[in-house]
């Protein structure tokens, strides 16, 4: 791929590949900030970009961005990029929100956050599609293929619905428009806190655009190498491993609900009760497994012990509303087409091996099953992280964490060890920042000074 010259700018021209740092044909223009609705201190705009980066002189979107900025500019240190993750979460919400961060990160950066491309105020994606969804958990190859053509068509409405922007949400692309971003911010450098989805933008950002880093942490890790089976099976074994915390805590808790009684019976019991219920999934696993990102334990032993006793809650958990913008990201960021019933079986024996207690994993089995059916490979396929010209990158991960496995943040950290130092939360739950003084401060520290935390590094649980 290598050329010199002429031929080099001729080729990336006409096939729009650019290597690490090179500027792409497009000049963005100044972001035109303005006041945001209900947030006084905040700034609001759009900056325009292209709809295909390979094809910068074609269409175009507005993506929205919002700004507050650094509360001592005198000291100020630059621009801080937020993700709070999902996919489907608005990061220009997320920089506005007022104290996720310290008072001293307030102080020193502009925080920005802008909405990915079928996200919140950048062309949302929606799917509308009215029919009936078959069962994810199908018990035969008949169940399996009108799974799979249900998929078909919803996808085949969702991208009728979302053209031309369904064919150009994944992360690698958003990538790209990172760097859009920060062109259009005039800064030399920037600074990026991504959390649970957000640390694949921040890897795939860091892949391409490298050396345009100055620090960046990656909080709770999607580790992008997994195959499908890992996909899945690694993510029923950590949400397993957080329900027995959840067990030691209760037995050890006066407070539990179900202090003094067999959890993992009752646990089964409220299951069964749950299956009972006119839903089109046992919503009490939702539940729960909602409940681990906290966690929240007191309201997880509450509501396991109400549907045991006969009294569950009179309506389900509002699921959170990702189940669109997942078909154009999720699917397309990782290979996870499964070709007939004979390898969806393999895939979801191995998942109910792993995670016996909350019958196998919820979100990767809800994303591969959702992704059955997506026609053509994916257009940001898996591998391993490659970050030579990044800087010193910051990992947080929970050692229990039921979405983001620990094992991918280690996956991560042995991928790019030169690159990558990796900060242990010794309990449970889903982002790690908030945890803490002990993860605060480690996390301040460094976007403060860019002072990493030594080699296996942790901070001790708080419950």
Known sequence: MRMFGAVLTSLLLLTGTTPAMAEPVWSPSSIVWGACPDVPDGECGTLRVPLDWNRPWGSSIDLAVAR???????????????????PGSSNAEFALVPNYFSPEIRARFDIVGFDLRGTGGSRIVKCEYSAKPPSNEPADAAQFDALRRYNQQLIADCRARNSPIFDHADTGITAQDMEAVRRALSEQKINYHG???GTLLGQQYAEKFGSRIRAMVLDSNIDHSVDIQHFTADRAAAADDVFRQFVQWCDRTT???????????????????????????????D??????????????????????????????????????????????DFDLRIKDFRQYSAIRAEELRQGPIM????????????????PGPPTNPPHRLNIPQAPMVLLLNSLYDPATPYAWARNIQKQAPANTALLTYEGAGHAVYHRSACTR???????????????????????
């Not at 196998?360 to 997506?374: P, Y």
């Open 287 to 332: 539940w729960v497994f909602s409940d681990m990102y906290g966690p929240d334990w007191q309201d997880m032993a509450q509501m396991i012990a109400d549907t045991a006793a006969g009294k569950p809650p009179a309506s389900a958990l509002a699921e959170y509303n990702y189940d669109s913008i997942r078909l154009a990201t999720v699917c397309q």
């Open 359 to 374: 019958r196998g994993g919820k979100l990767g089995h809800e994303e591969i099953t959702a992704c059955a059916g997506i």
């Open 68 to 86: 507050h900025r650094a509360t001592d500019p005198a000291n100020r240190l630059g621009v801080l990029l937020v993700n709070p993750g999902g």
């Open 441 to 463: 401060s480690t996390v301040d520290e460094y976007l403060l000074s860019l002072r990493t935390p030594r080699r296996g590094a942790t901070c001790p649980a708080v419950e």
């Open 195 to 197: 959390i649970s989805y």
């Open 255 to 285: 407070t539990c609900a179900l202090h003094g009684q067999d959890v993992m019976a009752t646990w089964q019991k409220a299951l069964q009760i749950a299956d009972q219920m006119p839903k089109d999934h046992n919503w009490l696993r």
